[in-house]
């Protein structure tokens, strides 16, 4: 499947278009749903730089709040700026997803929990390249 530009009638046909178009004619206005709070997914995953043929990171790749792009990867090593890199997640038993985009360099874990641990977290963000940049 080819990586998804962002268009909205990539993923829908007209007919159900229409249809979301008319159920939310229905809603009230200024309807709002909040997400604050609720969990956010988290694949199992590989990074690679394509331009590298050292060994890829072992990460966890977490999905982020709707008003941020890219994915949230945590890692038991530092991860460095890529500008050409390769994320493998596994969403299940039986699928892989594959991303291309940029890494930007991680930081490591700053919060109590993050410090008491014997291991040390280091977390990056992920932009696919279907991400816009500011």
């Not at 995953?45 to 990171?57: K, T």
Request: aromatic share 6%; with cysteine.
């Amino acid at each position: 499947m080819p990586p998804w530009k962002g268009s909205i009638n990539e993923l829908l046909t007209p007919e159900q278009v229409q249809r979301i178009e008319e159920t939310l004619a229905e809603a009230p206005a200024g309807l709002c749903i909040d997400k604050r709070g609720m969990r956010l997914n988290r694949y199992p995953g590989l990074l690679a730089n394509q331009h590298s043929e050292d060994e890829p990171f072992k990460v966890i790749a977490s999905e982020r709040p709707v008003t941020e792009t890219g994915l949230v990867l945590v890692s038991n090593t530092p991860i460095p700026e890529i500008q050409r890199a390769v994320l493998v997640i596994r969403t299940d038993d039986d699928f892989q997803q594959q991303f291309e985009g940029r890494v930007l360099p991680s930081r490591p874990g700053t919060r109590e929990e993050d410090r008491l641990k014997e291991r040390s977290f280091h977390y990056s963000v992920f932009e696919t390249d279907a991400t816009p940049r500011p």
